[in-house]
């Protein structure tokens, strides 16, 4: 299976995705913002960091980027895209995924590892994962999920809210919400589910001595699932 | 032409930082602040002599680049 990781000028998680795909058996590519074309790809990455220095607003810089117009094109014609942290921002900016990231809540930069409840699996991410609650690391300024009450009455309808923060046995309240995130929201699906994007980093969880294996568990089942 | 662009949050969306600024402003003795919201103002100087024009060119880069419409307003307020 082929991936591709997009590197923006300010990404700093590319390579850290890179070795995560690598490791669980992607034959992964990493790909220029300036380039025009993308390499084929069965699963493309838009990886974190701080684009553009997070100027303006975190990812609107990159989300004009020559190299999301074939992104945005390999959306449309049913490409899986998984844009994780600041990759998230720059879906979000690209119209990919619905909503926005506002800066945190209580204005402090989050550091941490947060457990995750998976919401839906019917799609290509999840499907098949026997795990509900998933431990993953965030690390964000921006990650406080927001959208209209509109856009909110859509995204639940069309069964597009992928994982909620929660506590480890699964329950999700406003005590463990790191972000201020609307109904803890985590990441976000698109209409059609080809798209994910999330804000906590299952590439920082793949090595048991260093950080626990929920990130393996996800990438091993994400590369069986696209096989 | 020099046009002068205001990008303000959606009444709706919370203001963490104006929310901050408020608190600070009551604790330095501003008591009759009942609200504060930050916004981004952009002076943005256009190879365009004719003001509609450099108007609508500014208008349209707000639409695209400079506001995210989901949570932001913005407001052409100086065409000079």
């Known amino acids: 299976m082929k991936s591709s990781v ?17 490791k669980f058996g ?3 590519k990493m790909v220029w913002h300036n380039d025009q074309e993308l390499p084929k790809s069965d699963l493309i990455v838009l990886p974190g ?7 303006l607003r975190c990812g609107s810089m990159a989300s004009k980027s020559k190299i999301m117009h074939s992104v945005i094109n390999f959306a449309k014609t049913g490409g899986l895209i998984m844009g994780i942290c600041n990759g998230f921002q720059i879906l979000v900016e690209a119209g990919l995924v619905p909503g926005v990231l ?11 590892n947060v457990h995750v409840k998976v919401n839906n699996k019917e ?4 499907k098949n994962l026997d795990k509900k609650v998933l431990e ?15 856009q909110l009455k859509k995204i639940e309808d069309n069964n597009q809210i992928a994982i909620y923060y929660c506590d480890q046995n699964g329950n999700t309240n406003d005590q ?9 929201i985590a990441g976000i699906f698109n209409k059609e589910k080809n798209v994910l994007g999330m804000m906590p980093h299952p590439e920082r969880m793949i090595d048991q001595s260093l950080s626990g294996e929920d990130g393996s568990i996800f990438f091993k089942n994400l590369l069986n699932n696209i096989k | 032409m020099r046009v002068s662009a205001i990008i303000t949050l959606k ?20 008591n009759s602040v009942s609200e504060v919201r930050q916004g981004k103002y952009f002076e943005i100087d256009v190879k365009e002599n004719d003001p509609k024009k450099a108007k609508n060119l500014v208008e349209d880069m707000c639409k695209k680049l400079l506001a995210n419409l989901v949570i932001e307003n913005y407001k052409i307020i100086e065409t000079q």
Request: with cysteine.
């Open chain 1, 136 to 150: 993953f690391h965030i690390a964000h300024n921006e990650g406080n999920y927001f959208c209209t009450n509109d």
């Open chain 1, 6 to 22: 997009i590197t923006f000028p300010g990404s700093n998680c590319d390579r850290d995705m890179d070795i995560a795909l690598t």
């Open chain 1, 176 to 184: 463990i919400n790191p972000n201020g995130s609307i109904k803890n």
């Open chain 1, 102 to 112: 506002l800066r945190n809540k209580y204005l402090q930069f989050i550091c941490k």
């Open chain 1, 49 to 55: 960091g701080f684009s553009y220095g997070d100027y």
């Open chain 1, 123 to 126: 799609n290509t991410f999840f």
């Open chain 2, 11 to 30: 009444k709706d969306v919370l203001d963490p930082q104006g929310k901050v600024i408020h608190e600070t402003l009551d604790g330095m003795g501003f």
């Open chain 1, 26 to 28: 992607f034959k992964n």
